[in-house]
């Protein structure tokens, strides 16, 4: 075979070539591209996702309690400082090199600081020194200086202090205090002169070097009425030397930070392991180790072992339709070369001569455009490129021509167009099998589950493929049989148009068009019908955090806090909420215990939380026992977890008649409670509480002993404004503590103001949301783009047959409308069953596999329900729609390139 005469073929069909060379570039670019593009959403989402993380799981933190000094205080603390090298080279190499900023500080313990600018109207204020390494590059002087020497000529201990907390307790550069150790009485023991030499600003107040606690910027706030400021104030090691021999104890940090830009995906489960062994390794005596880095990684490699699983599915089909239509295509091309083959085969040629004659002319274009996809797909950012599967895709397309040319020219003339009662053997026996094969792979897969790990589960990505395969197949049987009694009863009536176009429609032989049209539809609608299930997931995910627009938590409030919650604009309605955690139910009003463990309290009103739910448009179901009110004297009907209702059954309490209720103490008052329903989850209640029980709120006494204050509220409303929701219910806060049952003791926390969209859009706006958009993108995209493709080919497998038959009718009278309308009746039942075939299977394919996606990874943890929303529906009848008319506007175009009057030639047949 010559090159040159292997060329001229080439050229001379250059429309099959190229349409085949087409399909391998698109291949090769799929097999490179794709991974690369993985790579870099990969590695950007683990960076942003790290960066968001609270400084409390970003850092390593070595700690060691307060010790005396009462010598040779400097090279005590030379010492420590130079364990910030020793600690870090004891890490394992891949924590060692996630490290970025690292600080080492020590720092006296608090004690009382006194003087005259620190009037008793600001209150009473504690001081704890700190040495940080980097400090001085990390802040800019506003007043005076730095604490060089760290002691002044009169033995006074320098001190530098932020501007905002000098300014707030009216200091200036050059005041000088009194630091003191107290007694037990308040006396003091110990004092030191201290004078303030300069004030400084941060450079950058979101620097790591600023959140070590306590802060340098911030006045920590009293623990309690009666106690004191605490405040954070810098000096050298020559003061700290000075206040450590002086008798204040001293206690030093070594904090690591892991940089974003450090961490990878392909060292995560390294880095994991590593963070693991860190912790379980033995530490010197005094000295602990802190860290929860591990928390939010292992959440990370979580979702993306899943978001991989799916992109390997979504990969998997669109490659498998690709290699359908590189078969069809090169079926095709030999089917219009057939009379060429078969007279090599009359002249004496061999098979290995019909082979090396298709390899000839494969070799000349298949692997250039291969390596031109190879190419393509490196320019795009990211790794991960590996050349072997390209090669091996390379191969297997280089030989499908030579092999589709041996089966053509294998091949005899005579009608194929007739599809017979009964089966061939082999095509029945090939049928069973595959979908013996893919029932079989179904089954084994949701036994087996999801396998983590870097690696492609070769059963997962393989078993949609052959359930699509299978039930276009079983497609492919069913659908002629309605048609053919629909062309009865077409035959009864007026017309040929009906009866011809159903008859032809019917006996319509394109299986393996019709197959891969199937197969790319199925990716399509998987991808729309899992990132829909996705979405619905985060949405029920946020409603159940904040079922309203706005949630807040706190400590006891004010009652009229809610009078004061639903003036704020934009408040439309507004609940008061009461949540009781490790409350542990009693067997009688006595409290006798009751052998229930700790269990969640919530107390809701269900009327007006139905109404905040309605207001919001979220969907939440208050049950009818929440609805009703009681004075607390009858037993209330409770909503009980499964586990804490086994507990009560075993235990004997809170029976649903409520003979013999449990007890349970809410806010000093002490309800009977009965089991009116057991629910699996609840809103407010988080998902890893196992027992919980949620109860009306009682219509206590004006009188009441103890009558029941919110702990929270559930807002509804547009555009409230957080800030203005934080700040009435700090203030019923406040009024509640000053005239509220009990006053004084430590301080509430800080009440958290939570919005339902800020919630939602941290479900969908980090971590690996970026892979798993590029992943639904590409795979609904590009299966709906190649299952038009194959329509095309399923059009054009049997175009000359189908113009054979136009030509006779037009000679009989035919008018070119009835022409169309033929043509539509006769692609209709082809374009439906392939397009719905695929849509029902994309749609059951999540419903299938989603126990083993590991999809609750995307939405917080809950349970993703795969549904086929009314959006997709009106999307796959558009897409049956746009391919009908793309079938017509092929066919059309064939036509009249054919030329119809060409193609009565006697023995010609496609």
Request: aromatic share 6%; hydrophobic share 50%; proline share 6%.
């Amino acid at each position: 075979m010559s090159l040159f005469g292997a060329a001229r073929r080439v050229r001379a069909y250059g429309g099959h070539f190229l349409l085949l060379a087409v399909l391998t570039l698109v291949t090769a670019l799929l097999i490179t591209g794709v991974p690369r593009v993985a790579d870099r959403l990969t590695g950007q989402g683990l960076r942003e996702y790290v960066a968001a993380q609270p400084v409390a799981r970003r850092d390593l933190t070595y700690t060691m309690g307060t010790v005396q000094i009462r010598s040779g205080g400097r090279e005590v603390l030379a010492g420590r400082a130079a364990e910030l090298d020793s600690f870090q080279e004891r890490m394992p190499p891949v924590v060692r090199q996630a490290v970025g900023e690292r600080w080492f500080a020590a720092q006296t313990s608090f004690t009382r600081l006194t003087g005259p600018e620190l009037t008793s109207d600001k209150g009473l204020i504690d001081l704890s020194l700190r040495t940080v390494s980097g400090i001085r590059d990390a802040a800019t002087l506003v007043e005076g200086r730095w604490p060089d020497a760290g002691t002044a000529s009169d033995g006074s201990v320098e001190m530098a202090l932020a501007d905002t907390l000098a300014g707030r307790l009216g200091l200036r550069a050059g005041n000088r205090l009194t630091l003191s150790i107290l007694d037990i009485n308040g006396k003091p023991t110990k004092s030191r002169k201290i004078i303030l030499v300069g004030l400084f600003r941060p450079a950058d107040p979101g620097d790591g070097i600023w959140d070590a606690l306590p802060s340098l910027l911030r006045l920590g706030e009293p623990e309690g009425d009666g106690k004191p400021f605490l405040l954070v104030g810098v000096t050298a090691d020559g003061g700290l030397t000075a206040l450590a021999q002086a008798g204040w104890p001293v206690s030093f940090g070594w904090r690591y930070r892991i940089s974003p830009d450090r961490v990878t995906p392909a060292e995560l489960d390294a880095l994991i392991d590593g963070l693991s062994r860190l912790d379980r390794s033995p530490k010197p005596s005094g000295l602990r180790f802190r860290q929860g880095v591990d928390i939010p990684l292992r959440r990370f490699a979580e979702s993306l072992a899943a978001a991989r699983t799916l992109l390997a599915v979504i990969a998997a089909g669109l490659l498998a339709t690709l290699a359908g239509l590189t078969l069809l295509a090169a079926r095709l091309a030999a089917r219009r070369r057939r009379s060429e083959y078969v007279l090599l085969r009359a002249r004496g040629g061999s098979t290995g001569a019909v082979l090396r004659r298709g390899f000839a002319e494969s070799l000349l274009v298949l692997p250039a455009a291969a390596g031109g996809g190879w190419l393509l797909g490196g320019l795009l950012p990211g790794e991960g490129t590996e050349l072997r599967w390209v090669l091996l895709a390379a191969v297997l397309i280089t030989l499908v021509p030579p092999v589709a040319a041996l089966t053509a020219a294998r091949g005899g003339a005579g009608r194929a167009d007739l599809i017979g009662a009964r089966s061939a053997a082999v095509r029945l026996t090939v049928e069973v099998t595959v979908l013996g094969v893919a029932v079989l792979g179904a089954f084994l897969l949701r036994r087996r589950g999801l396998v983590l790990g870097g690696a492609v589960d070769p059963l997962l990505v393989s078993v949609p493929v052959l359930l699509a395969v299978a039930a276009a197949l079983v497609a492919l049987r069913a659908y002629p049989w309605p048609l053919r009694l629909l062309s009865r009863a077409a035959a009864r009536a007026r017309g040929s148009v009906a009866f011809l176009g159903t008859a032809r429609a019917g006996r319509a032989a394109t299986t393996g068009p019709l197959v891969v049209v199937v197969l790319a539809v199925a990716t399509a609608a998987f991808c729309g019908v899992v990132a829909a299930g996705i979405e619905n997931g985060r949405d029920l995910a946020a409603v159940r955090a904040v079922p309203g627009d706005v949630l807040v938590s706190g400590e006891r409030f004010a009652p009229d806090t809610t009078e004061a919650l639903a003036a704020l604009p934009g408040v439309r309605a507004v609940t008061p909420l009461l949540v009781e955690p490790g409350q542990r139910p009693y067997a009688d009003q006595a409290g006798r215990f009751g052998g229930v463990g700790d269990t969640r309290v919530v107390l809701v009103d269900g009327a007006r939380f139905a109404e905040v739910a309605r207001r919001a448009g979220v969907p939440v179901t208050v049950p009818d026992p929440l609805r009703g009110t009681g004075a607390g004297t009858a037993p209330l009907p409770a909503l009980v977890s499964p586990a804490l209702a086994d507990e009560f059954t075993d235990a004997g309490l809170a029976d649903p008649a409520g003979r013999r209720p449990a007890w349970l103490d809410v806010q000093g008052n002490r309800f009977p409670v009965r089991t009116a329903a057991t629910v699996d989850e609840f809103p407010l209640v988080d998902r890893g509480v196992t027992r919980f029980v949620v109860l009306p709120w009682p219509a206590l006494p004006a009188d009441a002993l103890h009558p029941l204050v919110p702990t929270g509220f559930l807002l509804a409303g547009d555009r409230v404004d957080p800030a203005a929701v934080a700040r009435v219910v700090g203030e019923g806060q406040q009024r509640y503590q000053r005239t509220g049952t009990v006053t004084g003791g430590e301080r509430p926390r800080q009440p958290t103001v939570t919005v339902r969209s800020a919630v939602r859009a941290e479900l969908g706006g980090s971590g690996v949301n970026g892979l798993l958009v590029f992943g639904f993108t590409i795979g609904a995209i590009g299966g709906a783009a190649l299952g038009l493709l194959a329509l095309a080919f399923a059009v054009l497998a049997e175009a000359r047959s189908r113009g054979q038959v136009l030509s006779r009718l037009r000679t009989m009278g035919l008018s070119r409308r009835q022409w169309r309308g033929l043509l539509l009746v006769e692609l209709t039942p082809l374009v439906l069953v392939s397009v719905l075939t695929g849509a029902v299977v994309g749609a059951l394919l999540p419903v299938l596999l989603t126990p083993v996606l590991g999809l609750p990874a995307f939405t917080g943890g809950v349970a993703v329900r795969a549904r086929f929303e009314p959006g997709l529906v009106a999307g796959v009848l558009g897409l049956a729609v746009l391919a009908l008319g793309f079938a017509v506007a092929v066919e059309a175009l064939n036509n009249r390139r054919m030329r119809l009057g060409e193609v009565l030639r006697l023995g010609e047949e496609s």
